[in-house]
């Protein structure tokens, strides 16, 4: 709702920092502070010191982050193929396959991961699909649990496309996949991008599902925090939670300025 008077606009931007800062800058910012501190007795940190991010940033941890990155990366492409896939074909079904089509690409985020991380574990722990203790088990559920998002944010941007531009295309002679590839394809690609991004951030963070499946040489970076703060580490686990949350934010920023420019193409 639009405010227009000045008391209203200030009223608006204090009941905004009354919920945004106890409920989202605080937590992140005790994280920081834990990530720089070595010891914390009082109100406040104590003690700061680097040291953990070199740890946080070599080893085990730059391994676990690489497998976090290589894993996202891979499940948001999938995700967007198959997701885009099925939402531009969604647009030519009736509303009864298009509600059948949305319950199945709904269903895997309406459960919780840990019932889709135990259904490809079990799903694919005999031939002839054994893809168990691989790295290729962990990549297919994330791409499970992210494919509803690229499907929903894809499906809703195919809804809103003006079809004269298609049909001023088809009406040039343009065939359906030159319709596609040089028209739709154009103008979907911010929320394609969007789509990218979302997916992206959910994998990174993604740890229900994968402490099921990971196998010893593919350990994404959300478990190894697990495993750090499980083990009374909350320092340590804090500073790998900062590399995790700076590189995701990097890697969005970059996506969202890809799609600031394909908004203006």
Known sequence: MLVHSRAGKWATWAVFLLLFVPLFA???LVILAASLATNWSGAFPSGPTAARYAAATNGDSLQALTTSLVTALAASVLALVLGGWAALAAASLRERG???LDALFILPVAVPSVVVGLAVLVAFSQPPILLNGTRWIVILAHTVLVTAFAY????AAVRRLDPMYEQAAAGLGAGPARVLWRVRLPLLLPSLTSATGLCFALSMGELSATMMLYPPDWTPLPVQIFAA???GSLF???ALAVVLMTTTLLVLAAVSRIRTRASYR
């Open 98 to 100: 298009k509600r059948l």
């Open 229 to 231: 703060t499980d083990r």
């Open 152 to 155: 929903q944010s894809v499906a």
């Open 236 to 238: 340590t686990g804090a």
């Open 26 to 28: 605080v937590p992140l």
